[in-house]
């Protein structure tokens, strides 16, 4: 017993000392199909406002899992075209998905919502964000009204999530 714990020490702070770091099971995100799966079927991110279109280029859910943080999380998230005001997207989703059993968690300009686990985001993106992280550029003549982004959001592991 006294060998095996001098091992996982020497383990431990080998890999601190190489700057390594042993594998952690949440770090990856091999095996999450069925999890990003069951988040972009979310229904949620069917859900609009009336008059919100999905725009050209972006109108499929876009979902993966990344790891790049050292923790691994799923989402699926989609973006919208609303002709009319931001704060009327706002109210929508925030009184929808509370019906649906989401918690706010967090303020206006950016809706944050929770519920098992998982969090709903809705965030209004600059036109630089557009451009520089989702590599997006609205088309000649697109509307001037609110394009914004739903998503919803939750650890690789199933560990719940907030805001």
Do not use: K, N
Request: charged share 20%.
């Amino acid at each position: 017993m006294h060998t095996a714990r001098i091992l996982v020490v020497a383990g431990l702070l080998g890999s601190c000392l190489t700057g390594c770091s042993l594998p952690l099971s949440f770090a990856d995100c091999e095996g999450t199909e069925q999890r990003v799966a069951a988040v972009a079927a979310t229904d949620l991110l069917a859900l609009h406002p009336e008059g919100a279109v999905a725009p050209p280029g972006l109108a499929e859910v876009d979902s993966g899992c990344e790891d790049d943080s050292g923790d691994s999380w799923v989402s699926a998230g989609r973006f919208y075209a609303y002709p009319g005001d931001p704060g009327e997207v706002l109210r929508y989703y925030r009184t929808t998905a509370a019906q649906a059993g989401w918690r706010e968690d967090m303020a206006p300009p950016r809706l944050c919502m929770t519920r098992s686990g998982l969090t709903f985001l809705l965030d209004f993106p600059t036109q630089q964000e557009l451009t520089e992280i989702y590599r997006y550029t609205p088309p000649p003549g697109t509307s001037s009204g609110a394009l914004y982004r739903i998503a919803v959001e939750g650890s690789a592991d199933g560990t719940p999530r907030t805001c």
